[in-house]
């Protein structure tokens, strides 16, 4: 079983739309990264979140620690989203931990 | 420079070389990470250091792997006898203090083991 779980794997979604991306964890953690991965293999870090919410942009990434879940949701999505999505955690134990992303296809 | 630099960025080698792979963090950055992604997978922690002291070595496959950082500054990936499931993506971020802080990513490294 995998510490960092991501749901979806694949997202495809019309251009415009709102999206959302889930990410579970099972150990308790210090910190949990939102990274983006571009079709080159470029890994751009988008957020890093111990409680709470934060915004970029059109970008919102959501933790709750309690439950152990976080989103990053998109607004008005756009072809240029399109990326691999990772979660990543760095547990209390100071092991890092990595979901295997979500690959989202926003279409014009 | 602006950001993470590796080198080198391609690197084929046979079975049973050697390769040192350098990662360059960004100017005062005092938390230098390594990372492996296999093809089609999420990234894979290998080891991190706070200036030249390394913190976390768990992450390090087997003792062909080994990574040092002797001014706090460069940092080099080594691996002794290289086998094709070493073929991967090998990646370098840096934060400016400890894990709390975001990291910012190299280009990353792809190992080809013949």
């Known amino acids: 079983k995998n510490e960092v779980e991501q749901s979806p794997q694949n997202l495809t979604a019309q251009e415009g739309e709102f999206i959302t991306i889930n990410c579970s964890y099972s150990v308790g953690i210090s910190a949990l990264h939102w990274l983006q991965q571009h079709p080159g293999g470029g890994i751009v870090s988008l957020f890093m979140l111990s409680s709470g919410k934060k915004k970029h942009g059109r970008l919102i990434a959501t933790i709750n620690i309690q439950e152990k879940h976080s989103s990053l949701h998109i607004t008005a999505s756009h072809p240029r989203d399109s990326a691999v999505y990772i979660c990543?955690?760095?547990?209390?134990?100071?092991?890092?931990?990595f979901g295997t992303g979500t690959s989202l296809t926003v279409i014009p | 420079g602006a950001g993470v630099s590796q080198s080198p960025r391609y690197k084929v080698t046979k079975r049973g070389q050697d390769v040192a792979l350098r990662c360059d963090p960004i100017?005062?950055?005092?938390?230098l990470y390594w990372y492996r992604q296999a093809l089609g997978q999420g990234p894979e922690f290998l080891t991190y250091?706070?200036?030249?002291?390394?913190?976390?070595k768990s992450g390090l496959p087997n003792d062909r792997f080994s990574a040092e950082r002797p001014e706090g500054s460069i940092s080099t990936l080594t691996i002794q006898r290289t086998e094709q499931r070493d073929s991967a993506m090998y990646r370098c971020?840096?934060?400016?203090?400890?894990?709390?802080?975001?990291?910012?990513f190299g280009p990353g490294t792809r190992l080809t083991v013949l």
């Open positions: 990543a955690v760095r547990s209390g134990g100071n092991q890092f931990y």
């Open positions: 971020a840096s934060s400016p203090f400890g894990v709390q802080n975001e990291q910012f």
């Open positions: 250091f706070n200036y030249e002291a390394q913190q976390d």
């Open positions: 100017s005062g950055h005092v938390s």
